[in-house]
C-alpha cells in the first residue's frame, strides 16, 4: 500500500495526509502507564519495547498517515556526557557547558549508546501498517548547543549568544561535533528503516541574525549532505522554528525536502517567498486544540487547507501538541482534514 507522506514529499501526489508533532505526548491517558514502566525518562527513550509502545500508541486514538520514533532530541547531549536529567515539573537539565573550559566530547559512539532507537524501528518496520511512514529525527545543532552551554531551557538563551560573540571558535567547533553526531543518530534511524527524516531546530528564532547562516542554515545542509554522501535518500523536514524572514534563504539552501511551518507564518507570504519546490508541513496553533469547545478550530483548519490546495503540503501543528489539548479536538481535526476536497 501507498505511504501517502511519502508520495508527497516525493512529488507523486497532491493528497493532504496528516500527522501531529508531539502525538504521542501527555494529552493521551495511557502515556503515563508507559512512561511508569521506566525508572527514569532516559531509561524511558532507551526502552526499546516502551519506544515501539509509545510510538503506536497515537494511532490507537487516530487515524494518522505517519508515526514518528518516541524519542527525544537532547539524546546526543546525554551521549556526549553532559549529564541530562528531566526533573519533573522543570524540563531537562544538563550540566552547563562554559566556552572557557568545556573540553568538547569527540570520541562516542553514537550507534552504539543509541541502538535501542535502531532495534524499535526495526520492530515499528514490522508492526506499523503498510501505509504509515515512520518518521525519524534529531534535534539541529543550534537548538541541541543552546540546551548545552545554558544547561537547561531558557527564555533569551543569554549564553549561548554570548558565547557565539565571544568564543566564536569554541562555538563553531560545537557545532560541527555536533553535525557529526546528528548526521550519525538521523542515519542510524534510516538504516533501521524509517521512512522520513526532521531535524528540528526549535530554538531558531534565538539566533543573532549576524549567524543565521553560519548556525541555522549551513549545519542542516552539512548533514543532509553528509547523509546523502552515504546513500541515504530519505526525505528530509527541517523546522526552523519562528524563523521568520530567514525562512526564505533556509527554503532554498538548507537543502531540505519540506519546511515546517510554525503557527506565525503568513500562510500567503510563505507561499510568495519561500522555494516553491519544497514542501510545505505545520502552521496549525496547538493552542486551538485546548477549548473544551474552540470556536474557530473547523474554519481555521479548512482555511489552512484552502491555501494549500495547489501545494504539497502535509498537515501539521505549527509546533507540538500540549498535554492539555483535547482528544476530540484532534479527531476533529483529522476528520475535517481526511474528508476535505
Avoid at 154 to 172: C, E, H, L, N, P
Avoid at 257 to 281: E, G, P, R, Y
Avoid at 333 to 339: E, L, M, P, T
Wanted: glycine content about 4%; proline content about 5%; hydrophobic content about 40%.
Amino acid at each position: 500500500m501507498n505511504k501517502s507522506i511519502i508520495n508527497v514529499l516525493n512529488g507523486k501526489s497532491d493528497e493532504k495526509p496528516i500527522w501531529f508533532l508531539r502525538q504521542s505526548g501527555r494529552h493521551i491517558p495511557e502515556y503515563f502507564e508507559i512512561r511508569s514502566k521506566a525508572n527514569n525518562f532516559i531509561d524511558f527513550c532507551l526502552n526499546k519495547n516502551l519506544i515501539v509502545e509509545s510510538t503506536k500508541l497515537p494511532l490507537k486514538y487516530y487515524r494518522l498517515d505517519a508515526a514518528i520514533i518516541f524519542s527525544d532530541i537532547l539524546m546526543i547531549p546525554w551521549a556526549m556526557k553532559r549529564n541530562l536529567k528531566f526533573v519533573e515539573n522543570h524540563g531537562p537539565v544538563l550540566t552547563p557547558m562554559d566556552p572557557n573550559e568545556t573540553y568538547i566530547e569527540k570520541k562516542i559512539n553514537i550507534f552504539q549508546l543509541l541502538n535501542p532507537i535502531s532495534d524499535a524501528i526495526h520492530t515499528l518496520k514490522k508492526e506499523l501498517p503498510n501505509n504509515i511512514s515512520l518518521i525519524g529525527f534529531a534535534g539541529a545543532p543550534w537548538t541541541l548547543a543552546c540546551y548545552m552551554i545554558e544547561g537547561k531551557g531558557s527564555k533569551d538563551f543569554i549564553k549561548t549568544r554570548k558565547a557565539v560573540w565571544q568564543s566564536k571558535k569554541w562555538f563553531s567547533e560545537l557545532i560541527e561535533t555536533l553535525i557529526i553526531y546528528i548526521s550519525q543518530k538521523l542515519e542510524l534511524q534510516a538504516k533501521a528503516g524509517a521512512d522520513v527524516l526532521m531535524i528540528f531546530d526549535s530554538w531558531s528564532h534565538m539566533i543573532p541574525n549576524t549567524f543565521f547562516d553560519d548556525y541555522g542554515i549551513k549545519p542542516t545542509a552539512k548533514i543532509i549532505k553528509i547523509l546523502r554522501s552515504k546513500n541515504i535518500q530519505q526525505p528530509i523536514i527541517g523546522f526552523p522554528f519562528k524563523a521568520g524572514s530567514s525562512l526564505i534563504k533556509y527554503s532554498y539552501e538548507s537543502n531540505v525536502d519540506c519546511i515546517a511551518l510554525d503557527w506565525s507564518v503568513n500562510l500567503d507570504w510563505a507561499l510568495s517567498n519561500l522555494n516553491k519546490n519544497i514542501v510545505f508541513q505545520g502552521n496549525l496553533d496547538p493552542a486551538s486544540l485546548i477549548p473544551e469547545k474552540s470556536t474557530y478550530l473547523e474554519e481555521n483548519v479548512t482555511f489552512i487547507l484552502n491555501k494549500m490546495k495547489n501545494r504539497r503540503f502535509i498537515f501539521n501543528v505549527g509546533h507540538g501538541l500540549t498535554p492539555e489539548c483535547k482528544i476530540h479536538n484532534v479527531r476533529r481535526v483529522i476528520s475535517i482534514v481526511k474528508n476535505f476536497r
